[in-house]
């Protein structure tokens, strides 16, 4: 954890000596720290992109004694990485960002909700704690905040997961740390006002969070100098596929999927899928599309795709994982996923009407609105955008042979 | 009494958002937009809640009055302005200005295709199923005018169907995932026997470990059943072998009714709840082709007695004769879902149950040696069967100790729905039959054993007798019309004081012998308390192993079912609140109607211990016949 | 289950409970603790567990079926989980799993007779940039050959 990789990014993969926000968000108002994450215009980088200065604000009015932070390090999406490689190296950015969010909702607890996946990780982080501890970065009256009155007090804990990729929602995550099956709740109310054990919490993504840091270290008007207009600052993607180089990358918003695929040096591509398995596949026609709010936005999973890949496989693949994944409490998930991945294997089969289809992408459509939470109401993505932009290939060739494709490096 | 925190997770809670005492406070209510009309509701009011105020029909399957909201089948989906998603309506409170809609081409698609999706994975058919006509599901489908499988239907069983238990049968194909059993079985009545397992399509209800029904702490109460949308869950029908033993000439088959049951078989034949149908039931039983017909409420005067005079020793013995050994307060035992629970989770106050069997079973006892030996049938010939408004009695009549005339004491339990299915198939259309009596040597009971039906009935019946007993006094006199209000109703617990006062009246004739006077009674304050619902129950329990105000309490009756034996497991579906209080309505009035209303009043009670039970109540014979014992169960799935 | 083998399963619980609360917010860290003890969490434990945290056996035995990394019936020594997510699988996990399969001697879903290895395939373990991903216990290998897997599994105890 210690050694820091040589990573290149503007504004999360920089320098940072950790305490310094804290420090300067402890000098600050809570009121003043708000105003620069909303001048920041940060937006949750879980993929939801609810923006981050509301949710505090609405963390901070609600009426509680206790109130908690919750860091969201389930990182399930297929294809996502980067929380790993910032907990890893750079926790200073994480936690400080837990501490600062603490300080201005007015929670004392903050829990790290680390998916099970990660457990390698614990032992490292906890001794991080320990170490921050000392140094008065949590624990109580941190650095000494106001001696005349009360201090800040803060600690955080580590929760760890158990393996299940829906408890990356910020309501089955609660569920979960409550002791329960990971099963997203009926909103409202939001946790905002009713989080964990019924108190008020935000719920940040690891990179919100590190995010934040930033913004205190350097003000929010620096950060809106990143990216674009309504999507400022940088975005760290996982990209992993058919590229020569994948790995975490930090770029600023506005990218276009085009000068992504130069950076990873990936060749003959046909597609790519923005946003894991809850997002939509691209095809060539698309790679102009530029990854922001305004157009494409994303929790920053890109999934390479090249010539030799066959789409049908690729959606299989995705739909397998949402019949797992799918926590089974809501009707449209629970057997609508099951009904899409029929679907595919009808057409694996050759044994589709082209009329069932479309009936299939129809349901798509309701399970994209009538779900309880975001799984099910993204799960259809890639079936409708799979099969819209590679229709050709799947549906009109009648190749669908079981193969994968070797993309040249399947170990054949 | 502390109120235990309800253990659904927090948003799913009855009331989300909390109402203000007032609407008309300012910011009480608030003005929403539902299908183009403008609709006043109190603040936190659900988007269903207001829709059904205001006629507009939404369909629900997971949603039920008396459970915590779930959310999940997502029939109920609304359109709101402004909103990228549609909103499940029982569980969006309004708190602030929304225009909703209700009906529109994208609301019908979505609950026509989630319609769709159940019936992908319902497996049976309808003409084959339990709940044919009855199913909320067929209902829905029927509305929605689902005319084929747009998602294909599953071609072969994908469950075993779980038949181990006496009184439940789980039917894990027809389910649709509701929950309403997790929901009644975890927060409504906290036994804790069906859960959700697994995860994604895997996911089914089942018990710890899967084990089957009957191994696990189940207390056969069939709550579940009756809030079960589909034919899921239903009761073990016994219905054919019935069938057989009337059909059988050598066998001599009677039937006892239990007082819920013709309280509410009329809803099976499209009456509204509230009917009570007590003469024409007798007339269709006796057409069916039972032998006899006879009114469990002459057991219930029965159990009265028994189990008042068995208080009265307790007291006598704690009061008199300064006994530590005794255990206070008595509970009552007529509730078999109470009698397992207990059993299961509070074992070690098994000595503070009455001893005296249910109506039931005693009847039971009775019909195989008093009424065998009178009317000269050998009781192997002997066929009983009890129409009863629980699933429970199944259990019950089979339990092992249930055998002290030297049979079994009751062959069969039957539920009131059974009854009806028994009743519709031999062509008799009840609400059209002539009324009758019941049949002799017991003839009509009293109005005290008709309100055990109720939840606090069976305190009332006892408050009756003993206050003529102890003070000589009429019940009248004491209570207007006899009516003990304070232990009526539907509030979980309730405790009532009595005060006995200074005068007290003799010894009645009858339990001379046990209690040589009442002079030990005067200034005495009889405290008693009334239960109903399991997770009332607990209360009641903990707040006595705490050491609490119920701990002082004399006599304490508990019922499994909420609202009591009306709301049974085996009566009508649906069940909801306003039916359970339509029910207990038609109980009460015909209570009043009666002119014998006290059980030691009964004519045939006095007779039988002049006749048969000759040592008296709580005598020898009596203890051999009328009383029982219980088994330690403990919670521990083995 | 011998006596003394519940006795000392009870007391475990109690220190858990002790440590984490008797709060049901406690109950995945305690099922946790036990999972990664006896590499499953037995029915006697679950109940004991319930009887600690106040709520019923069955919500303990839903909590575990669940979870992926949570079961209740014993499992191998050694569980082995393939990432069969989307990255994984296209970087050869079909070839890596066949090759297991062939060495270890039994399939995907199975724990072997000797109790050694069970194998499963998990979703996405957060390693797409290094696919085929491989997770034997809570270590992770990455990159993998068929060959090299074999090799890890080879050196396992």
Known sequence: MQNRKNRKGAVLFTDYNRGRSIKKALSMSREEVLFEIKESKLKGRGGAGFPTSTKWMLTAAAKSDVKYVICNADEGEPGTFKDRVLLSEYPDLVFDGMVIAGYVIGAKEGIVYLRGEYEYMLDSLNEYLEVIRKENLLGKNILGKDKSKEGFDFDIRIHLGNGAYVCGEETALIESLEGHRGEARNRPPFPVNSGFKGKPTTVNNVETLAAVTKIIENSGKWYQEHGTDKSTGSKLFSVSGDCEKPGVYELPWGTKISELLKIVSAKNTKAVQVGGASGICLDKSQFNRTLGYEDMPTGGSIIVFNESRNMLKVLKNFMEFFVEESCGQCTPCRIGNVKLLEGVKMIERNEFTFNYINKLKELGATMQVASKCGLGQSSPNSFISILENFKDEILNTGLNSTSFGNGGNNGK | MENKENRAPISQKPHMVEKPAHPEHIGGSITVEINEKKITVPMGTTILEACRENQIHIPTLCHHEDLCIAGVCRLCVVEVEGMRTLQASCAYPITSPMKI?????????????????????????????????????????????????????????????????????????????????????????????????????????????????????????????????????????????????????????????????????????????????????????????????????????????????????????????????????????????????????????????????????????????????????????????????????????????????????????????????????????????????????????????????????????????????????????????????????????????????????????????????????????????????????????????????????????????????????????????????????????????????????????????????????????????????????????? | MLVQEKNSLTEEIEKYVEELGKDRSALLEILHLLQKKHRCIPDFAQQEVARLLDIHPVEVFSVITFYSFLNAEPKGRNIVRVCQTISCDMKGKDNLCNAIEREIGIKFGETSKDNKFTLEYTNCLGLCDQGPAMAVNDRVYTSLTPEKAVEILNGVK
């Open chain 2, 101 to 638: 809609k209700t009906s529109t081409p994208m609301v019908r698609k979505a609950r026509r295709h989630i319609l769709d999706l159940m019936l992908s994975e319902h497996y049976g058919e309808c003409y084959s199923c339990v709940r044919n006509n009855n199913c909320e599901l067929q209902k829905l489908a029927n509305e929605y005018g689902v005319d084929s499988y747009t998602f294909g239907h599953v071609k072969e069983s994908q469950h075993q169907i779980d038949d181990s238990s006496y009184s439940v049968v789980r039917d894990m194909d027809k389910c649709i995932l509701c929950k309403r059993c997790v929901r009644t079985c975890i927060d409504l009545q906290e036994v804790g026997v069906l859960e959700a397992i697994n995860r994604g399509d895997k996911t089914t209800i089942s018990t710890f470990m899967e084990k089957p029904l009957a191994d696990v702490i189940c207390i056969n109460c069939g709550q579940c059943i009756n809030r079960c949308p589909t034919g899921a869950l239903h009761e073990k029908d016994d219905s054919d072998d019935i069938w057989n033993v009337i059909d059988d000439p050598t066998k001599h088959v009677v039937i006892q009714t239990a007082p819920s049951p013709r309280a509410a078989i009329g809803e099976e034949f499209g009456l509204p709840a509230g009917h009570s149908m007590t003469g024409q039931m007798n007339t269709a039983l006796k057409r069916i082709g039972f032998d006899a017909v006879f009114d469990t409420n002459f057991t219930a005067d029965l159990t009265i007695i028994e189990e008042g005079t068995e208080l009265i020793l307790r007291l006598y013995k704690a009061l008199v004769e300064k006994d530590n050994s005794v255990s206070l307060p008595q509970f009552t035992s007529c509730s078999p879902g109470w009698v397992k629970y207990i059993e299961h989770f509070y074992p070690e106050y098994l000595p503070n149950m009455s001893s005296a069997k249910s109506p039931q079973q005693m009847f039971g006892a009775l019909i195989k040696t008093f009424y065998a030996d009178k009317i000269g049938v050998d009781p192997k010939d002997v066929v009983s069967v009890a129409v009863m408004p629980c699933s429970a009695k199944k259990f019950e009549c089979n339990r092992p100790e249930m055998d002290d005339s030297g049979f079994k004491d009751v062959d069969y339990g039957l539920t009131t729905r059974e009854l009806a299915k028994m009743i519709k198939e031999a062509g008799i259309h009840l609400p059209e039959m002539p009324k009758s009596h019941f049949d002799s040597p017991f003839g009509d009971a009293s109005g005290a054993g008709l309100i055990f039906g109720a939840t606090g009935g069976v305190m009332e019946a006892a408050i009756r007798s003993v206050v003529e007993f102890v003070t000589g006094a009429k019940a009248e006199d004491i209570f207007e019309k006899a009516n003990v209000l304070p232990v009526r109703g539907f509030e979980g617990v309730k405790i009532v004081e009595l005060p006995i006062g200074d005068k007290v009246g003799p010894v009645p004739e009858l339990i001379k012998h046990l209690v040589p006077n009442w002079d030990w009674l005067k200034g005495a304050t009889l405290k008693v308390a009334v239960a109903h619902g399991t997770a009332n129950a607990k209360k009641v329990m903990e707040n006595i192993i705490a050491g609490g105000e119920l701990a002082s309490c004399h006599f304490i009756e508990f019922m499994a079912c909420p609202g009591g034996c009306i709301g049974g497991g085996g009566q009508p579906i649906p069940t909801t609140p306003e039916i359970r209080k339509k029910r207990a309505e038609a109980i009460y009035a015909e209570d009043e109607s009666l002119e014998l209303r006290k059980s030691h009043d009964n004519p045939f009670v006095v007779q039988i211990y002049k006749e048969f039970l000759t040592d008296g109540p709580c005598g020898h014979k009596s203890h051999e016949l009328l009383h029982t014992h219980y088994t330690k169960r403990g919670k521990y799935i083995a």
